[in-house]
């Protein structure tokens, strides 16, 4: 088990850029897959991304060519680069982590380890 704890949320313009943080409690952080969601109120929590123990990256459709999911894992952390940021990307944001060699990665229930989430405004 690790303890997320996400970072960097806010508000901001459209066609703006962000970074969000998610920092690890615990060893081994490299060999789990971190994902990013995000929900609004009333739906469902959204993936918007995933990176393998190895590097290999999915994404969204919806923000393909704009967010960038990147970790450093000798800092125990994964970021989520957003740019050219629109309305309906706002969202509170989560950070999740799976101890697995797997790749995939797109449901929630594949985690078991979570973060509170960020909040991100994103003003049209």
């Known amino acids: 088990q690790v303890q997320l704890v996400e970072s960097g949320g806010g508000l901001v313009q459209a066609g703006a850029s962000l970074r969000l943080s998610c920092t690890a409690s615990?060893?081994?952080?490299?060999?789990?897959?971190v994902g990013w969601f995000r929900q609004v109120p009333g739906k469902e929590r959204e993936f918007v991304a995933t990176?393998?123990?190895?590097?290999?990256?999915l994404y969204t459709d919806s923000v393909k060519g704009r967010f960038a999911i990147s970790r450093d894992n000798a800092k125990n952390t994964a970021y989520l680069q957003m740019s050219s940021l629109k309305s309906e990307d706002t969202a509170v944001y989560y950070c999740?982590?799976?101890?697995?060699?797997?790749?995939?990665?797109?449901?929630?229930?594949?985690?078991?380890?979570w973060g509170q989430g960020t909040q991100v405004t994103v003003s049209s």
């Open positions: 990176m393998s123990w190895s590097g290999i990256t």
């Open positions: 615990g060893r081994s952080f490299s060999t789990y897959a």
């Open positions: 999740a982590a799976r101890r697995t060699f797997k790749i995939g990665g797109r449901l929630t229930a594949e985690y078991d380890n």
